[in-house]
Nanobody, 117 residues
Framework: QVQLVESGGGLVQAGGSLRLSCAASGRILSWSVMAWFRQAPEKEREFVAHIRWGSGITYYLDSVKGRFTISRDTAKNTVYLQMTSLRPDDTATYYC??????????WGQGTQVSVSS
């Protein structure tokens, strides 16, 4: 079992920055993959970025490349999403997720990010 708790959301103006945190507890393994997803109102949830816990290798949604950075602190069991140059279409509830297999089995409760124009 893995428990995930997100924090760091809020309201920001376009062009601003926010850093989301995801504190993980439980069964985090060297092959675990930690990810951020987001869901805007009336839209499907979409993948944003992931990081491999052991290697630190990252992967991003094209529309956030160069603006968002995912990272992890293995000592704190925490994953971060640094978001810069935020746009109104980044407005969504952001979810942290963890995978120890071929799917994301563990999810946080979500944190709201709102970007005003």
């Amino acid at each position: 079992q893995v428990q995930l708790v997100e924090s760091g959301g809020g309201l920001v103006q376009a062009g601003g920055s926010l850093r989301l945190s995801c504190a993980a507890s439980g069964r985090i393994l060297s092959w675990s993959v930690m990810a951020w997803f987001r869901q805007a109102p009336e839209k499907e949830r979409e993948f944003v970025a992931h990081i491999r816990w052991g290697s630190g290798i990252t992967y991003y949604l094209d529309s956030v490349k160069g603006r968002f950075t995912i990272s992890r602190d293995t000592a704190k069991n925490t994953v971060y999403l640094q978001m810069t140059s935020l746009r109104p279409d980044d407005t969504a509830t952001y979810y942290c997720a963890a995978s120890n297999s071929d799917r994301y089995d563990y999810w946080g409760q979500g944190t709201q990010v709102s970007v005003s124009s």
